[in-house]
């Protein structure tokens, strides 16, 4: 597949270029240039609040670094997590003797290198807290959560515990709101085509004109079933009962719904799809509240949309309404 590019060793230093140039509240940061963090950070007093992840899935990992939001994000090849060294280097771009909350997806690479930069912070004085992002339904079975893969929910937590930070809470405030509002998000995504990562010599899966993966990872992991293309329709109904059959216990009646495009897929479908769901979530009793639809989680040029619902409690619907600013959310 053509992509704009110069060299796939280069792909995501030019990448990161061009994002700092664009957006000027963001810098590059660390030995490597491997951290993007706020330009005005560390804010003094604050909670420091940072994640990390591959590159290939903007607006995450490094697109919600802001106020309100991540004050540090540390970046790795595309696909692949990114290493100890960058970890290190975003807890401590956000460190002011508050505390440091690591706040990521759950996969075995980011844990591995996370885990030891927490440790190294320990040691240089920085108290740290971790909470990983699980709100993949198709990626395990309820009684398994903690086994569960981090997708584009975690901007939920994002959002609430950035502007839980941004607020005063201590570190153990922060963590909390963040541990509950992951708690409380639940996403189903599904594939309608693959994508390629700079310099492969194929794509990351195959699978046939005309046909769709329901519960596909945005790294192209196994979903739950493979079948021909349905109406736009069936495919909403669907992924509503099992998310709506995932909530979580004592939820309420109001939940805040995202319509996420993979890459490829445009707002034209979201909304369409936004509709139906709209629709039967009204059906079934829940209102919805912040409602976003776009590009928020992506698989570079995946075709496919995900949907997550964040069950929201009166406190993690403040925080999600609270400002915050960053290149591709503001809020408030």
């Known amino acids: 597949m053509s992509k704009l590019m110069n060299s796939p060793r280069d792909y995501v230093d030019e990448m990161l270029n061009g994002l700092v140039l664009a957006h000027p509240s963001l810098i590059r940061h660390g030995t490597g240039g491997r951290v993007i963090r706020r330009v005005d950070g560390p804010v003094a007093g604050k909670v420091g609040v940072v994640s990390g992840g591959g590159s290939g899935h903007l607006p995450l990992f490094t697109g919600y670094v802001g106020p309100g939001l991540l004050d540090a994000c540390s970046v790795g090849n595309v696909f692949e997590g990114p290493n100890v060294a960058s970890c290190s280097e975003a807890i401590a771009a956000a460190d002011t003797g508050k505390g440091v909350l690591c706040l990521y997806g759950n996969y075995g690479g980011d844990r591995m290198n996370f885990n030891m930069a927490c440790e190294m912070a320990e040691m240089e004085g920085i108290e740290t807290t971790t909470v990983l992002g699980t709100d993949d339904i198709a990626s395990a079975d309820a009684d398994q959560i903690g086994k569960r893969r981090g997708v584009a929910g975690i901007i939920y937590a994002y959002k609430a515990a950035g502007a839980a930070a941004e607020a005063g809470g201590t570190l153990a405030d922060v963590t909390e709101i963040a541990c509950r509002t992951v708690e409380r998000t639940r996403t189903l995504g599904f594939a309608l085509a693959p994508c390629t990562v700079p310099g492969a ?59 996420n495009s993979l890459g490829a897929t445009p707002l034209e479908e979201l909304y369409i799809l936004y509709r139906r769901v709209a629709a039967q979530l009204g059906a079934a009793g829940w209102e919805i509240v912040a409602p976003l639809v776009g590009r928020y989680t992506t698989s570079m040029e995946m075709a496919g949309a995900s949907l997550s619902l964040c069950f929201l409690d009166d406190e993690i619907e403040n925080l999600l309404q609270a400002p915050s600013s960053c290149p591709f959310w503001r809020a408030g």
């Open 201 to 259: 010599a194929g794509p990351t899966f195959k699978l046939p004109d005309g046909e769709i993966e329901m519960g596909m990872g945005i790294h192209g992991e196994p979903g739950i079933w493979r079948d021909r293309i349905k109406p736009a329709d069936a495919l909403a109904d669907e992924m509503v009962e099992r998310l709506l059959a995932s909530a979580p216990a004592s939820t309420g009646t109001r939940v805040s719904l995202l319509v």
